[in-house]
């Protein structure tokens, strides 16, 4: 449809385009007399007469359609930028945007002149009318090199199959592409050139390694210090907890200088203790599954007790498991707040090979420049681990939310 | 001593032997940096020179920093993040609320689809919308183009530099330059957020929406039915509902999610940070934390300062919140 119009509006370049034009009329007049129908108050419509039942269905249809272009709305950048890592840049940087995700092919005389096969222009272009460098793209393909140290997949050809075509013996053409070429050369990001390199395999390791640390490290100690709260009177306890509670109410970032500090005299910046250590416990954590143990009827303790539990005993095997939701969305949270976090690990690490993958996406925004095309491959990169545990965990993610409203 | 006293004694110690892991973390890491601090601020510590040789030096770094131009600019950049952003993304979402709790088909749908922006990153996100804001292969100006060229049938496309416009939109709406000799540099506030600072607030909205929106739900969810009813049946209308059982009972949840999001927009800074690496071409899209970044880190390292600027961020978010306190707490109702 969108390519439709496309070229409706490529082949009339001056002037308004008058398809469009009566479709935007026709949908605004159309718009505005259903919400004029459904405001205009009739004293005897009921669902029993027409008019009542047109009005409801009219409502009705006119809510769709807000939250359809609402949802379009919210689901067209990521419509976007997963089309756009399966274009070639060629595409990806044209001026009338195109939604399916293509690549240009080129199709010239092969070299010994028989037929015709697809082609791959190579090398920059001086002048419009220069002939151009063309490999077949049979010729090319993908080879391992493990030279640096890890392994990059990177596209190679035979220098002697290249060969020269007039520019107007070039044909270009368009097909669906499908293929993970751009995944694969994001992952290392490119080669030549001065442009940065990326290495998303050890971002991606630093990222799920520091996250998961972090996170059971987080359930762990907090889940002790939410019992202490929940079970025990103790000196001091009032007191602790409004200390607790006022924490929350610091922003992060005051914390940040002089933990610079703090880590520097421990000698930990720039290594994987920066990452982790400071967000092994949480104050909001522990805030959460205090006020969920302490729903935990007493009856049970006693119970236990006359089993012979100890404390720790009864926390592990009874409370955990009865707070199971509880654990599941602060595991949420926390997994969530370290692997989207970038001020932190931007302060407090230099080193490339300590970038988390945020880190690495961002520097690597930078060295792309307008390879919006490997961008984007590396953003769905990011995005996808995410998105996979939200389809996996959504309910736990929606309550948990709605939950934090209705304190 | 009592027995009492001394079983609670005996149980203090449980307690703090449970206490203890996160307390060592939380003391290290959250606590006592607060109090650090506060100490650096009123010193002249760089990352450059050893800490020994740091002075104190009274409230100096907080006057150079309220007499910074840069600073000044990136405060009236986080209230014009603020101001604009807040109460377009709550409304937008409790509009969106409303419209899934009237009895519509494919709830689970619409809330996944409104909601999926939320859980992606931050990072990942911006990088997308710096491409649809890209001036040349964009599709925001692909879409004014059609609205412009095809439906309006004007001669020349609107062609908007989003990203890279550092003019405020209202010095771009009414053609004149706003003073920029006003006290405190107020001026960036009558000029409006620049246009690459409403491609954020856009992007942020985008991202926000589906949030706000589930609480609402949920809050709309929990107002009694019958309320509805004996409106109806005294013949109220949709507007009379909103306004006097909806709104009034939705306040608390209103109340939360206006709190949590100004303190939070009061702490933006990643969308920046990608979006316009050095803070816009004017500096107009740099917040306060992108300010405290900057000074204190990259390439700067005056920590002291920084840390100055860090409490005076801490202040005005204490403000705030106590403004809100006062000026809104009173008029919630509660159920």
């Known amino acids: 449809m969108t390519s439709f119009l496309f070229t409706l509006a490529a082949t009339e370049p001056a002037g308004p385009n008058l398809v469009i034009r009566i479709a935007a009329i026709l949908f605004v007049a159309a718009n505005l007399a259903a919400f004029g129908f459904v405001i ?37 950048p990521f419509y976007w930028m997963v089309s756009t890592s399966f274009k070639d840049r060629e595409t990806a940087v044209s001026t009338v945007p195109e939604f399916m995700p293509k690549r240009a092919t080129y199709t010239a005389p092969s070299a010994s002149g028989s037929g015709e096969v697809e082609v791959r222009v190579i090398g920059t272009i001086r002048n419009e009318g220069d002939p151009r460098t063309v490999i077949p793209t049979s010729e090319i393909k993908f080879e391992a090199d493990s030279s640096k140290g890890f392994t990059i997949h990177k596209e190679t050809w035979d220098k002697a199959k290249e060969y020269k075509v007039e520019p107007n013996k070039l044909k270009r053409g368009e097909k669906i592409n499908l293929s993970l070429q751009n995944f694969r050369q994001a992952w290392y990001s490119p080669e030549e050139g001065t442009r940065g390199r990326a290495n998303f395999t050890r971002y ?24 202490a709260f929940a079970r025990f009177e103790f000196f001091g306890k009032n007191a602790l907890f409004y200390v607790i509670l006022a924490t929350m109410m610091v922003p992060g970032q005051v914390l940040l200088i002089p933990n610079f500090l703090i880590l520097d005299q421990l000698g930990w910046l720039d290594t994987f203790y920066a990452l982790t250590v400071p967000w092994l416990a949480s104050v909001f954590t522990i805030f959460l599954m205090r006020q969920f143990f302490m729903t935990v009827p007493n009856d049970l303790w006693e119970a236990a007790r006359i089993d012979g539990a100890s404390h720790f005993r009864y926390l592990w095997q009874i409370i955990v498991p009865l707070c199971k939701p509880v654990f599941i969305t602060a595991g949420i949270f926390n997994f969530l707040n370290n692997w989207n ?13 300590m970038r988390t993958l945020m880190v690495g996406l961002q520097t690597f925004t930078e060295d792309a420049g307008t390879d919006f095309h490997l961008l984007m491959a590396a953003s769905t990169m990011a995005i996808l681990p995410i998105v996979i545990l939200f389809f996996l965990m959504q309910r736990f993610f929606i309550e948990g939310i709605a939950r934090s409203g209705l304190k | 001593m009592t027995s009492a006293t001394e079983r609670k004694l005996k149980e203090s110690f449980t307690a703090y032997a449970y206490l203890a892991p996160a307390g060592i973390v939380l003391l290290t890491f959250w606590f006592l940096p607060v109090i650090v601090s506060l100490a650096m601020s009123f010193s002249n510590l760089t990352a450059l020179s ?50 899934l709790n009237s009895k519509i088909k494919g709830v689970g749908f619409w809330r996944t689809a409104f909601f999926l922006p939320y859980i992606t990153t ?12 890209n001036r040349d292969y964009g599709l925001a100006n692909w879409f004014l183009g059609i609205v412009s060229t095809d439906i309006l049938g004007l001669e020349t496309p609107w062609n908007l530099r989003w990203l890279a416009e550092s003019r405020g939109i209202w010095e771009m709406v009414f053609e004149t330059k706003a003073p920029r000799n006003l006290p405190f540099g107020s001026g960036a506030f009558l000029a409006g957020p620049s246009l690459a600072m409403v491609s954020i607030i856009i992007t942020s909205v985008w991202r926000d929406i589906g949030y706000f929106m589930i609480i609402f739900l949920a809050g709309l969810q929990n107002i009694d039915k019958s309320y509805y009813e004996a409106a109806e049946i005294d013949g109220a209308n949709a507007w009379q509902k909103f306004r006097h059982i909806t709104f009034p009972l939705l306040s608390p949840v209103t109340f939360f999610l206006l709190v949590i999001s100004l303190i939070g927009s009061f702490q933006v800074f990643v969308p920046m940070l990608v979006m316009t690496p050095n803070g816009g071409q004017a500096y107009d899209t740099a917040p306060i934390v992108f300010y405290i970044y900057e000074t204190g880190f990259r390439g700067n390292w005056q920590l002291s300062y920084a840390a100055a600027v860090a409490y005076l961020l801490t202040a005005m978010i204490l403000t705030l919140t106590v403004i ?8 919630v109702v509660y159920q």
């Open chain 1, 204 to 227: 991606f390791a630093v990222s799920i390694g520091t996250s998961v640390l972090a996170t059971m490290g987080t359930l762990f100690t907090g889940a002790l210090a939410a019992f």
């Open chain 2, 324 to 331: 809100q306190n006062r000026v809104l707490g009173k008029k």
């Open chain 2, 122 to 133: 931050w990072v990942a996100i911006s990088v997308v919308w710096m491409y649809i804001f």
């Open chain 2, 50 to 99: 050893p800490v020994e040789e740091a002075k104190f030096v009274g409230f100096a770094n907080y006057i150079r920093a309220l007499n910074s131009e840069q600073f000044q600019q990136s405060f009236w950049n986080t209230v014009n993040y603020a101001i604009y952003s807040v109460p377009l993304t709550l409304s937008l979402s409790l509009a969106a609320a409303m419209l």
């Open chain 1, 40 to 76: 205009s108050s009739g004293a005897a419509d009921s669902d029993q007469n027409a008019r009542g039942i047109w009005r409801k269905r009219l409502k009705h249809a006119l809510i769709y359609e807000v939250l359809g272009l609402g949802a379009i709305f919210m689901v067209t």
């Open chain 1, 341 to 353: 976090s970038l001020l932190w690990p931007l302060i407090v690490t230099s080193r490339p090979e």
